[in-house]
């Protein structure tokens, strides 16, 4: 079936919709001459690089011999099992223990988006991004990449001199687009600047051999930086284009496979089962898993990808412009700069073009089911996972996110964020100043009450008062602060910093008080969770605070 949308409705000309399977092939591989990306999609999709995404015929040749090159590396094979080893490790394993250590509903959807993320910055640069971790604190890139691709989608269907306009204003959609491509373009200059760092400070040999990062294997082609013009520009517009692949094309797979999964508990089992039988875990690796000969043991787990990615393709359609006029194999004829659309996920299944297909077919399709796989094996042998109570009542079928990739909408919620409330008072119980802080992520009690014990710190610090009191209603956190201890847990870095402050006091006490007798803190910390990040208060308390200032005072 091709249908013809006419220009009265989409206001980017005529174009052609299908999911014929000959048609299909005629244009992503028999006629692809014919059929380049075309002008349009580079103006589209300018917010993901005009290099390896957007190229076209001969341009994109050329640069497909490189990106070949360097997905096909031994040297990159070796790294790719380091990348996700420290992601797994440092990343996935203990944000997911938090979770059920303290029994803290998680948003799958953003764990999965944050570990492809910091894995795609490894392999960009070698260094670990850190944005999976304990609390899932604010990521700008995240945010800049899910705004670009719903943006984008609008971009498809409004009037390119509208969009255009608005552009040019400033104003509505493109105005979150044009952010999104700054918060993308610094995050691209900031991979090249550490990479030129870290390339000045470090040998060859102390850097490794057997590593093998995508900045460093671009910059050391010749042919390849002998073609282009602006070097860094170049670098820039390639580390973008890695940034959506290896991001946002390739992470909502995982979250539809566990949505898929709680549906149909069978096939958990089996997958289960085959986790069993083939990665048998060793003393030294007892938990993750990435080891590649043994993931590509994975093929239930495979075949499970695979049928998800039939059925929900992260990228929903794909758009040619064609070159010449032409007839498809279903009889339509295609006249000259008309756009045909590929739609890819209503071909279920009837072919498996998730990473497209023929000459164009997506040079990283095992490095990005290696690294699937590890992400999902790791998490199903380790842990059992439950769609949240009010989730599953509320939105039974999953529903994709308007967006030109398919995420889930509404199903797991947005970032969370919690509150740090600090009440100061002098020695008689007299109200001197608060704060209430907001800040990203779901965390346990005891890392609020760390980061309030830190946040009061330092304000008094500024103060150079030299006796305090430190007060809190977690018993565990007093009590390490007045024992002067620190342990591995989550907040052992706010704890370090606490314990090494206390001593530019002359004196301080650290006392225990129940929850009741704390309310005007717990007060600060609700108002924290409506404000955007901090507000404090000197002299006299805020008026939501006013009364339980008043009962303590009175209180003996």
Not at 27 to 48: E, M, Q, V
Not at 312 to 338: M, W
């Amino acid at each position: 079936m091709s249908p013809r949308i006419p220009s009265a409705w989409f206001g980017n000309r005529d174009m052609i919709l299908t999911a014929d399977l000959a048609n299909v092939q005629h244009l992503l591989s028999t006629n692809l001459s014919n059929y380049p990306k075309g002008p349009d999609t580079r103006r589209i999709f300018s917010a993901y690089g005009q290099i390896l995404f957007a190229a076209d015929i001969k341009d994109w040749r050329f640069h497909r011999k490189f990106a070949l090159a360097f997905f096909h590396n031994q040297k990159l094979q070796h790294f790719t099992v380091r990348i996700n080893q420290e992601v797994l490790e440092k990343g996935l394993v203990p944000v997911l223990d938090h979770a059920s250590e303290h029994r803290v509903t998680v948003d799958l959807q953003d764990v999965f988006q944050r570990a492809m993320l910091d894995a795609t910055f490894m392999m960009i640069s070698g260094k670990n991004r850190g944005s999976l971790c304990v609390g899932l604190p604010k990521d700008v890139v995240l945010e800049a990449l899910h705004d670009a691709s719903d943006v984008i989608l609008l971009r498809h269907i409004l009037p390119e001199r509208f969009w255009m306009f608005q552009r040019w204003l400033g104003v509505g959609a493109e105005k979150r687009l044009s952010k999104a491509c700054e918060v993308l373009d610094d995050a691209a200059a900031k991979c090249i600047k550490i990479w030129k760092e870290q390339t000045s400070n470090i040998s060859k040999s102390e850097h490794g051999e057997e590593s093998l990062d995508a900045i460093t294997f671009f910059y050391n082609e010749e042919e390849f930086l002998e073609s282009v013009g602006e070097q860094d520009y170049t670098m820039r517009e390639i580390v973008k284009g890695i940034i959506f692949a290896g991001t946002d094309t390739a992470s909502p797979v995982l979250s539809w496979v566990f949505w898929l999964l709680s549906k149909n508990p069978i096939v958990e089992s089996k997958i289960r089962e085959e986790l069993a039988v083939n990665l048998r875990a060793t003393e030294s690796r007892t938990r993750i898993f990435f080891d590649l000969k043994e993931l590509k043991k994975l093929v239930y787990l495979h075949a499970a990808m695979c049928e998800t990615l039939r059925l929900f393709p992260s990228s929903p359609f794909q758009s040619r412009t064609c070159i010449k006029a032409d007839l498809l194999p279903s009889g339509h004829h295609v006249k000259a700069n008309k756009r045909v659309v590929i739609c890819t996920n209503a071909m279920a299944r009837m072919r498996f073009v998730a990473f497209s297909s023929g000459p164009r077919i997506c040079p990283g399709k095992e490095l990005a089911f290696a690294r699937l796989k590890a992400i999902a094996a790791t998490s199903l042998f380790n842990y059992q996972f439950h769609v949240g109570t009010k989730i599953a009542k509320d939105q039974p079928v999953a529903t994709p996110a308007t967006s030109i990739i398919l995420r889930m909408k509404h199903v797991f919620s947005k970032y969370g964020c919690s509150g740090v409330g600090v009440v100061v008072r002098d020695e008689w119980g007299n109200f001197v100043a608060s704060s209430s802080h907001k800040i990203f992520g779901i965390f346990s009690p005891e890392v609020i009450e760390a980061y309030a014990a830190k946040t009061a710190i330092s304000l008094l610090l500024q103060w150079k008062e030299p006796k305090i009191i430190l007060e809190g209603d977690s018993l565990k956190i007093i009590n390490m602060i007045k024992l002067m201890e620190s342990d591995d847990s989550t907040y052992r870095v706010l704890l370090d910093y606490i314990l090494l402050s206390l001593q530019s006091f002359a004196a301080w006490e650290a006392n225990w008080v129940p929850r009741q007798a704390n309310v005007p803190v717990h007060l600060l910390v609700r108002n924290a969770r409506s404000i955007s990040n901090i507000c404090s208060w000197s002299s006299s308390p805020p008026p939501f605070l006013s009364s339980a200032i008043l009962a303590d005072l009175s209180s003996p």
